[in-house]
């Protein structure tokens, strides 16, 4: 059983992850935070007297869900998922992950130059318009395994689907987004 500190501690963890990840699905950083708000009030009022290591899991079907009905209420499926590390190189270093080296960095800010800062912009910028392209489940599958960084089993839990679905999804997307980029010009 969670203790309200426990609780409160693992809500606190996971908020700035949960927002980002809802924000890159609304676009719409009020509606985010409704969903980050309402799927932590859920958690507390229907989970919050489970174990604290089944809190994490529970909280990421929570959150999935509430952003679903965030949809099904608007009608829209315009969501953007945001995750390259898939797209690293086979004989690269497994660590890479091409927000992080695109993001607005200090240290990168002190030492590019703005045409450099420009171009990593608009790369950004058409990375996101081809993640919005992706059908919805294999956003949801590719931002849970390389954004969330979730195995396999953890995804299809809190996907309610199976492994193998999960499996196909993150294959379809990575696909798909590694043929689009290519198409224009963007090696990774």
């Not at 995804?155 to 379809?172: D, F, I, Y």
Request: hydrophobic share 35%.
């Amino acid at each position: 059983m969670a203790t309200e500190q426990e609780l409160s501690e693992f809500l606190k963890s996971v908020e700035k992850r949960a927002f980002k990840r809802s924000f890159y699905h609304v676009r719409n950083e009020e509606s985010a935070l409704d969903i980050v708000q309402e799927s932590m009030m859920k958690l507390a009022e229907h989970y919050g007297d489970k174990p604290p290591a089944e809190l994490p899991m529970l909280y990421q079907r929570i959150l999935s869900n509430c952003t679903l009905d965030w949809f099904r209420r608007n009608k829209s499926r315009n969501a953007l998922f945001s995750n390259m590390s898939d797209f690293e190189g086979a004989g690269e270093d497994k660590d890479f992950d091409l927000l992080e080296s695109l993001s607005d960095d200090s240290q990168l800010v002190q030492t590019e130059s703005a045409q450099d800062s420009t171009q990593r912009a608009q790369i950004l910028r058409e990375i996101e318009k081809e993640i919005q392209q992706l059908p919805m489940r294999q956003r949801e599958a590719f931002v849970m395994r390389y954004w969330e960084e979730m195995d396999v089993t953890e995804t299809a839990l809190a996907m309610g689907c199976s492994e193998g679905s999960v499996k196909t999804h993150c294959s379809r997307a990575v696909h798909a987004l590694s043929t689009a980029l290519r198409a224009k010009g963007i090696t990774i």
